[in-house]
């Protein structure tokens, strides 16, 4: 039998899926960081840090202010719960979660078999292989090599820095913690337990356990969802998510609103997603949180259009460069393009968009985010510029608070 749930209670069940909705804990330490993590099953990678590096963000949306030098020690001290792969894109996942994408390793290797720099770079990649035995783990930086130069204008990586990536694909190398942010790269080996490194989980299997996955961190959704949390594709996934529903994990709903030419599009609740009432939360979300990744997912979800303007030239943006959603509660009220302004010690809102009326009806809160946003970054103040139609009320507001 298949449920039916209005679009409002979808969002609060993907929300609550999510982590938001539950009471901001007292003091923030490492439990209460692996408990999210795991919750999340990833965080994505960016390097942009115009505001904050997006892997910080989606725990300051649901946790509130932390100390990330926590999240630092678990993220990228190896050996440790995690460790870096392939996962949604670039992601933290858990280390025992790494022989799940097994699979996809080797399809890479596949892949890159007939790639004509792999096959013109054999003894680069054996050099490599031998060199990170003798010396690992190691950052492509430290690696002296004759064909270790930057080309291009903006970043350029070098034969060394992309030989490692492609091992890095294959899973023949792990990221070995950061240092600035820059991967430093060890054999497998020299990284993770030989239990994980041992363990063999055929495509299958791995589908069907990243679909439940996917399922829990979602609450509810599309096949399209589901399979998009951990890139999946192929006819596997109607197959696991036949497999899920057969089992009882996954439950037919149809949810008010969601449709594609004028049908209800499938969709299925999680058989342990919360159904709460209410959702309760502030929240500043990176462009790369788990809320806002898959923006079809978010017009539906929230009626929201959203598109990251990053590589936009500036003259054809239309919000700003590093524009957050902020949810107030079950909505997406809002746009802010924010940068901290390390040096002058202030958090620069550059644009503020309402989204209609409820951007202004919330710029109390807002405002109230923004300040505690800013003692997290270690800045003294918010100076909201005049760019966007929420801009002079949110000034008036930080002027308040």
């Known amino acids: 039998m298949t449920e039916t749930m209005s679009a409002a209670t979808a969002r609060r069940v993907a929300l609550a899926a999510q982590g938001f909705g539950r009471a901001a804990p007292a003091a923030v330490g490492t439990r209460q960081l692996n408990a999210l993590i795991e919750r999340l099953g990833l965080l994505q990678i960016d390097s942009v840090n115009v505001f904050e590096r997006s892997h910080y963000l989606p725990v300051f949306a649901r946790l509130g202010p932390y100390d990330r030098s926590l999240l630092d020690r678990q993220l990228f001290t190896p050996p440790g719960r995690y460790v870096e792969y392939l996962a949604h894109v670039a992601c933290f996942i858990p280390t025992a979660s790494w022989p799940l994408f097994r699979w996809r390793m080797d399809a890479y290797r596949a892949k890159h078999s007939t790639d004509p720099w792999v096959l013109a770079n054999g003894a680069m990649l054996d050099w490599l292989r031998s060199e990170l035995a003798a010396n690992g783990p190691i950052a492509a930086s430290e690696i002296e090599h004759d064909a270790n130069k930057r080309r291009g204008p903006w970043w350029g990586w070098s034969d060394v820095k992309e030989g490692l990536e492609y091992l890095f694909w294959w899973g023949e190398v792990v990221s070995a913690g950061r240092n600035r942010f820059e991967r430093r790269y060890g054999l497998a080996e020299q990284v993770l337990p030989a239990s994980v490194i041992d363990e063999v989980v055929d495509q299958a299997d791995a589908f069907r356990e990243l679909l439940s996955r996917a399922a829990l961190a979602h609450g509810v959704g599309t096949a399209r969802d589901f399979a998009d949390y951990y890139r999946l594709k192929g006819a596997g996934v109607a197959v696991a998510l036949r497999e899920l529903e057969d089992s009882g994990e996954l439950i037919p709903v149809t949810v008010q609103g969601w449709e594609r030419a004028g049908k209800p599009l499938p969709a299925w609740r999680h058989r342990d997603a919360r159904i709460p009432r209410r959702i309760e939360a502030e929240a500043l979300l990176s462009p790369f949180d788990p809320v806002v990744w898959e923006r079809e997912r978010t017009e539906r979800m929230f009626g929201f259009r959203y598109r990251i303007e990053i590589y936009t030239p500036e003259p054809k943006r239309q919000f700003g460069y590093y524009v957050l959603p902020v949810l107030l509660d079950d909505r997406l009220v809002g746009r802010l393009d924010l940068k901290s302004d390390r040096q002058n010690g202030v958090l620069r809102v550059q644009a503020a968009w309402s989204e209609g009326e409820a951007g202004f009806a919330g710029v ?25 139609d929420l801009a002079p009320a949110l000034a008036a507001a930080v002027a308040r608070t």
Do not use: N, T
């Open 364 to 388: 109390d809160r807002i405002a109230a985010l923004l300040r505690e946003a800013a003692a997290w970054q270690g800045l003294g103040d918010v100076v909201v510029m005049g760019r966007g």
